[in-house]
Each structure stands twice: as C-alpha cells, then as structure tokens.
C-alpha cells in the first residue's frame, strides 16, 4: 500500500514564504508531484521530481529526498491567489498515481 | 483545446439507480484514472487505464466499474448508486508516466 503526509492546513502572510512538506510510504516509488487546488476548481499542475533535489518554476521550488522519502513545495513571494489546496502525489511502479489528502494554504494581507 | 472533458457536471441519482460518467480527451493520451474526492480525503484513485482496452483497480473500486474502448474515453459505472457515493468526480489523463496529468472539471454525484 501507500501513504502519504501532510498538514491540513497552513497559513502564510502576503509576500512571504511557505513551505509545505510531504512524507510518503509506497512500494515502488517512481517520483514526487505536486497539484494545486482552488475551491471549486479541478487540479493543477505544479511541478515533478523524479531525481533528488530542487526543481524551480518561477515563484515555485519543489524539493525530493528519496532516501528520506520526503518532498515539499515551496512557496515565496506569497499572493492572495495563491489560496488554495496543494496536494502532494506519487508515482508507482503500478503506473498509478496516488494522492495526499492536501493542504489548505490562506493567504492573509 | 478542450482538453479533458467530463459529462455530466452535476447529477442528482436516487439510491439504486445506475448511471455511466463520461470522460473524454482530445491529447491522445495513453493514460486515464478516475478519482472521487470528498472533504478532508483528498483525491482516492478508482480505476484506471493505462491504454485502450486496458483497466486496473486503484483504491477505492467498490460499487464502480470502467471501461476503455475507444482511447479518448474513458466511462465510469455505477450499476446501483448509494449515498456513499455521493462525491465529487474527477477524471484525469496524461501521456506518459512522470508527465503532467491533466483533470476534467469534475461532475458533483449527489446519491439520495
């Protein structure tokens, strides 16, 4: 089976930096996404890690640590839109993809 | 580009009626799932396809059936519909493995 952490809900200042952390059990593990979520809305793409390190798309860095079986999104430059949930998601080796149960981000002024 | 599509947006069903969701994409992708998502759960995998004629189980398969025979659709069964299904539905599709995967806008299942 597969597990997957996160916390439920997290809350960040306009113009400042979040960090959201994931930690994953599975057997079979291929790489690490991320989708954001607003109310409402369908997901969306945020970003891939399949090798160890950071990946950075523009206000947004994802981290991967396979052997400690742990990711996070990062967050800078904080934005009202930014509001939504992030869900972290795994890659098995069963060419499935298995989601976390997500994380509420507010963004207050 | 419409990209991925799911029909119907919004459902009222009645305990033990059946019904079938459609999802279709235009990307020609090889790859489909089906998740429900229900507050505080996150997103829980159905079923999925990993290509035309091609369907394997996820988390949750219980009460629900698919089916793969065109690539670009990919339907969701529910043959006598109860109140735990009551969710909301989202389809996805990718073109490969490691890739983005792209959602439907979701249909709302009310099961009364």
């Known amino acids: 089976g597969q597990s997957l952490e996160q916390p439920s809900e997290v809350t960040a200042v306009e113009g400042a930096i979040v960090q959201i952390n994931c930690t994953y059990q599975?057997?079979?593990?291929?790489?690490l996404s991320w989708y954001q979520q607003h109310d409402g809305g369908a997901p969306t793409f945020l970003s891939y890690n399949g090798l160890d390190g950071l990946e950075e798309t523009g206000r947004f860095s994802s981290f991967l640590s396979r052997s400690d079986s742990y990711g996070y999104l990062l967050l800078q430059e904080l934005q009202m839109k930014d509001s939504a949930s992030y869900f972290c998601a795994v890659q098995t080796g069963a060419n499935n993809l298995f989601f976390g149960t997500g994380t509420r981000l507010t963004v207050i002024p | 580009n419409a990209g991925v599509t799911q029909t119907p947006k919004f459902r009222v069903l009645k305990t033990g009626q059946s019904m079938t969701l459609l999802c279709a994409q235009d990307?020609?992708?090889?790859?489909m799932y089906w998740y429900r998502q229900d507050p505080g759960m996150g997103l829980r995998l159905i079923h999925y396809?990993?290509?035309?004629?091609?369907?394997a189980k996820g988390e949750v398969p219980d009460g629900y059936n698919v089916s793969r025979l065109k690539k670009q659709n990919f339907l969701l069964g529910l043959e006598s519909a109860a109140p735990s299904q009551t969710s909301v539905y989202f389809c996805?599709?990718?073109?490969?493995?490691?890739?983005?995967?792209?959602f439907g806008q979701g249909t709302r299942l009310t099961v009364v």
């Open positions: 990307m020609n992708h090889e790859y």
């Open positions: 396809s990993v290509g035309e004629g091609t369907t």
């Open positions: 599975t057997s079979g593990f291929y790489g």
């Open positions: 996805a599709s990718r073109i490969s493995l490691n890739t983005e995967a792209f």
